[in-house]
């Protein structure tokens, strides 16, 4: 998290400007794929998972981003609007994701996630940024590690054959 009253010994340059402008368009994006995503799981411990995800990261996130661009002074993304509470039977079978289809989804979300936050560490000059985009992936490693326990528990995981000689 960047420090209160510190003050910018330089201004961001464009790289990180366009970085951090697009990430935060991502998120936004991404808290409404989200929403979608919690009225198809059917699953209860994949539900908390995706309401925990959404709160303590994506949203801490999407505000910690706002707030760097705000201080720049640069416009903020658009916010697609939320999508209403559904619940799962009322979606017709044919068009709903399962539950280890969402755990997948999720799983390739914090994988691109955690590859961006790396690319940004490595463009960006700014260290408070450098810093913040560490603290993003060491969250995403956290609830992959979580998730891929949740996966193991529902025998939802599909693992590549073993090679053994």
């Known amino acids: 998290m960047l420090e209160g009253n510190q003050k910018q010994k330089e201004p961001y340059h464009s790289g990180e400007i366009f970085h951090l402008w697009s990430y935060l368009y991502n998120t936004k994006e991404y808290l409404v794929t989200l929403q979608v995503l919690n009225n198809h799981a059917g699953d209860q411990d994949l539900k908390a998972f995706m ?9 801490q996130e999407e505000q910690q981003v706002e707030t760097i661009l705000k201080e720049a002074g640069i416009r903020l993304p658009p916010a697609p609007p939320d999508r209403p509470n559904v619940e799962v039977q009322d979606i017709p079978a044919g068009a ?8 997948v989804l ?3 979300e914090l994988l691109s ?7 940004i560490m490595g463009v960006c000059v700014d260290e408070n940024v450098k ?6 992936h060491a969250q995403k490693e956290d609830y992959d590690v979580k998730l891929n326990k949740i996966t193991k528990e529902k025998a939802w995981m599909v693992s590549p054959p073993v090679h053994i000689k």
């Open 131 to 136: 810093n913040l985009f560490g603290e993003f």
């Open 51 to 59: 309401d925990d995800i959404q709160e303590d990261v994506y949203k």
């Open 113 to 119: 996630g955690k590859v961006m936050c790396s690319y």
């Open 96 to 103: 709903r994701f399962n539950d280890p289809e969402i755990a």
């Open 106 to 108: 999720l799983q390739k």
